[in-house]
Nanobody, 110 residues
């Protein structure tokens, strides 16, 4: 099983990025997909979830700015991040059940 997150980078405050999570070796159709992030020196926190039915939830800190989605046929997930803030700087991870991707770094400059 592999989860590969990509799409991170350096962006100015107010900018946008779209993260992708490619999966292999796992049937994601019935599982929720989660996005977590871990800022430097802090604990990992849940940012967004999309269920198998497409229902979404977000942390208060990103609600209204981030949009999570999935494509079960392509076995991928996405996290669209708009109006980025310096406090969004973190390593972002996708997660399904007990499986984790390697993460992708997002750095937002002020």
């Amino acid at each position: 099983v592999q989860l590969q997150a990509s799409g991170g980078g350096l962006v100015q405050a107010g900018g946008s990025l779209t993260l992708s999570c490619a999966t292999s070796g796992i049937h994601i159709g019935f599982a929720s997909m989660h996005w977590y992030r871990q800022p430097p020196g802090k604990q990992r926190e849940l940012v967004a979830t999309v269920t198998s039915d497409g229902d979404t939830t977000y942390s208060d800190s990103v609600k209204g700015r981030f949009t999570v989605s999935r494509d079960n046929d392509k076995k991928t997930g996405r996290l669209r991040m708009d109006s980025l803030k310096p406090e969004d700087t973190a390593r972002y991870y996708c997660n399904i059940a007990r499986f984790w991707g390697n993460g992708t770094q997002v750095t937002v400059s002020s």
